[in-house]
């Protein structure tokens, strides 16, 4: 279990740093909580090399589950609704004629931010 809130918390505080942008940095934290097929991987790996016992991997692998099934309400709670569903025209338009960059640097890498997440996070 404590394994489990030191994952929860640090991604929480993980999602306050991205200072250079306005955004609801409990909602990228919250949306950062879940640890899956990564962390069921490397733990797999490990287990398979012996560099894990089997009570850590169990407990990686409780984590992984926790983690995966508190998000959603708790978005929900954050969020307020559900951010699937129409847009308003002008979000829409706005967000399509953007550049295409998401970088604090503004390097094109040819990604738009999805408009969904994009209303979830700047509100």
Same mark, same amino acid.
């Given at each position: 279990m404590?394994?489990?809130?030191?994952?929860?918390?640090a991604?929480? /505080?993980?999602?306050?740093?991205?200072?250079?942008?306005?955004?609801?940095r409990?909602?990228?934290?919250?949306?950062? /909580?879940p640890? !899956?097929?990564?962390?069921?991987?490397?733990?797999?790996?490990?287990?398979?090399a012996?560099?894990?016992? =089997?009570?850590?991997?169990?407990?990686?692998?409780?984590?992984?589950? /926790?983690? =995966?099934?508190i998000?959603?309400?708790?978005?929900?709670?954050?969020? !307020?609704?559900?951010v699937?569903?129409?847009?308003?025209e002008?979000?829409?338009e706005?967000?399509?004629?953007?550049?295409? =960059?998401?970088s604090? !640097?503004?390097?094109?890498? !040819?990604?738009r931010?999805?408009?969904?997440?994009t209303?979830a996070?700047?509100?």
């Open positions: 404590l394994l489990t809130l030191v994952a929860i918390a991604k929480l /505080i993980a999602g306050q740093t991205p200072f250079w942008r306005p955004l609801r409990s909602v990228v934290g919250t949306g950062m /909580i640890r !899956g097929e990564v962390t069921l991987l490397f733990a797999q790996v490990g287990l398979s012996g560099v894990l016992s =089997t009570g850590l991997y169990s407990s990686l692998a409780f984590v992984v589950v /926790i983690t =995966t099934l998000v959603p309400p708790l978005l929900r709670a954050l969020v !307020g609704r559900s699937v569903g129409p847009e308003p002008s979000l829409r706005e967000l399509l004629n953007e550049p295409l =960059t998401d604090p !640097g503004g390097a094109d890498d !040819g990604v931010p999805s408009v969904e997440i209303r996070i700047t509100r």
